[in-house]
Each structure stands twice: as structure tokens, then as C-alpha cells.
């Protein structure tokens, strides 16, 4: 399928985009497993980030009921709405597939929720490398209104996503994801997959949805949460005194005080820190400002 979409996309005056990141999935069998992966039924419907020259969107429209695909690349929605229209063109999309031209990062998700008859949402995603950070942010932000995501980024991204406290790659992202949600490494995927090649190697995991149990680790506020995390992380070197003083919640005396009755040390650095202890801290925080 890799000199197919080529021609392809040379056909309709068209070329992957560096603005947009684009690195095309080319291969069916590929496109397959990650579709396995996500354990549909005829029952589903199913919101595909990024539908490209259609490699995942078509074995997702033959597992799901309806595939809502959301694509930025005007070009591309040309491209499928042309190739509409009945048995006269068999390369078109399903008549199961409804497209959106939007950007993912711009997205309503309550609307999409709607869009998907009121139920939470089941992600596929190849992600452009260039939107995976902020991506998995939104994800975050709206985890209430997600089943699960299966998405395609980069491997380093993804490690950093199952890394442990202690490692280089433990950090926001590992924190805050890990409140929400857990992760599970599918797959590694090659350059050799993708129009055009890039020069990093992929990988697919699946993030489900499930805050943390309150009867584990207690109440706590989550926005009050993301200031301690970023404000530490925010300067990797400095120690967990320093660097949570630089967040301006209370005076430095206050939070000395505060990560010792955390029984943490106000030496250590925020990559030694598992997400409980995040928490723990988090909670006397909240009893401080409250005083």
C-alpha cells in the first residue's frame, strides 16, 4: 500500500504535511491489529482522530457501528468526499463513516459525546507527532467524558507514559495521566509502516479511563494537584522545597512543614515521587490553605 499512497495522494494534487505532522498509515495488517486491540462491537460508535488516506478508518467502520472521523487537512476531506458515492467507487469510506473537517485540539467534547449518542468516547487515534503532548493533556482534561483511547504515537512519548519514578522519562504527563486513567503498552510499529517514513519508531497503547479510587487514597483536589506537580516537575533539578516554593501556594516555611507532615524529605526531587506521595502532599496542602 506504500507506493499506492503515493499515487494516491500525487493524483489528487496532494502531500503529506509537515505543518500538520502527517505520516500516513499504510499498511491494512497494522491498521488491523489496532482495531483488535480496541475490542469494538456493532454496538459502538467510535471517534477516529486523524482519518488520512483511510488505513484505520475502514477496519474500524467494518468492527463499529458508526466511526466519526475528525480531520484538520481540508485536502484530505476533499479527497474522501470525492471518492463518495455508491458502487461506482469502491475506494470511498463506508456509508457508516461521517467525516468532520475540525481540529482535534479545538474539539467540543461534549458535542462529540452527543455525536455519539450520549455515550462516553472510544478513541482511535494515529496522532500527528506534533499534537501528542497537548492531546494527551485534553485527554486529561476531559477523561470524564472518555471510555478509552488506542492511539499510535511516538515510542518515546509512550515509555514516558509507563515510565516509573526514578527514570528520566517520569513526569507531568505520567503524574497527572496516572490519576485518571491507566496505560497499557499493544505494540511497537516501524518507520516502514507510515508515507512518508519518519525517523523515529511508534508504538500503540491504550489508555483506560478510571479516576482513582477515593477509598485508596483519599479525597484530594486535582486542580490543586497539577500546580504541585507542574511547579515541581517545572524545575527538575531543584529540590521538592524549591521547586514547590516557586508555585507561590504558601510561604516556604509553610511548605517545609507541609512535605515533612507529607513524610516525604524536602531534598528529594519530583521524579523520586510516586503519584500517591504526590497525593499525599497534595492533601496537607489543602489542609494548610484552609487554615
Same mark, same amino acid.
Given at each position: ?81 470525492e471518492q463518495q ?13 461521517? /467525516? !468532520?473537517? *475540525?481540529?482535534?485540539? @479545538? ?5 462529540? +459525546?452527543? =455525536? ?5 468516547? #472510544? ?37 514516558? /507514559? !509507563?515510565? *516509573?519514578?526514578?527514570? @528520566? ?5 505520567? +503524574?497527572? =495521566? ?5 496505560? #497499557? ?9 507510515f508515507h512518508p ?26 486542580? !490543586? ?33 507541609c512535605i515533612l ?31
Amino acid at each position: 500500500m506504500y507506493q499506492q499512497s503515493k499515487t494516491l495522494l500525487k493524483e489528487q494534487g496532494l502531500a503529506a504535511s509537515k505543518k500538520l505532522g502527517q505520516n500516513f498509515l499504510v499498511h491494512r495488517h497494522t491498521a488491523e491489529r489496532i482495531v483488535d486491540y480496541a475490542e469494538l462491537s456493532k454496538q459502538d460508535t467510535v471517534l477516529e482522530i486523524g482519518v488520512g488516506l483511510g488505513a484505520l478508518t475502514r477496519p474500524l467502520a467494518e468492527a463499529a457501528g458508526q466511526v466519526i472521523g475528525l480531520e484538520a487537512d481540508s485536502g484530505i476531506i476533499r479527497l474522501h468526499e470525492e471518492q463518495q458515492g455508491g458502487p461506482e467507487h469502491p475506494d470511498g469510506l463506508p456509508e457508516n463513516v461521517q /467525516l !468532520l473537517h *475540525q481540529d482535534v485540539l @479545538k474539539a467540543d467534547y461534549p458535542e462529540l +459525546v452527543q =455525536l455519539s449518542q450520549g455515550k462516553k468516547l #472510544k478513541i482511535i487515534a494515529n496522532l500527528p507527532y506534533s499534537i501528542s503532548s497537548p492531546f494527551l493533556f485534553q485527554l486529561i482534561e476531559h477523561h470524564e467524558q472518555i471510555d478509552f483511547a488506542v492511539v499510535m504515537l511516538q515510542k518515546e512519548v509512550a515509555q514516558r /507514559l !509507563l515510565a *516509573q519514578p526514578g527514570t @528520566k522519562e517520569y513526569g507531568v504527563p505520567t +503524574v497527572l =495521566l496516572r490519576t485518571v486513567a491507566t496505560v #497499557k503498552m499493544l505494540m511497537s510499529v516501524g518507520p516502514e509502516e507510515f508515507h512518508p517514513r519518519p525517523k523515529i519508531d511508534s508504538a500503540v497503547i491504550r489508555i483506560s479511563f478510571s479516576p482513582l479510587s477515593e477509598r485508596a487514597v483519599g479525597a484530594f483536589d486535582h486542580n !490543586l494537584l497539577k500546580i504541585v506537580v507542574n511547579s515541581t516537575f517545572g524545575q527538575r533539578r531543584k529540590t521538592l522545597l524549591n521547586g514547590l516554593a516557586s508555585s507561590g501556594l504558601l510561604s516556604k516555611d509553610v511548605l517545609r512543614e507541609c512535605i515533612l507532615q507529607a513524610e516525604l524529605l524536602p531534598s528529594v526531587r519530583a521524579e523520586q515521587l510516586a503519584l500517591e506521595e504526590f497525593i499525599r502532599l497534595t492533601q496537607v496542602i489543602t489542609k494548610h490553605k484552609s487554615q
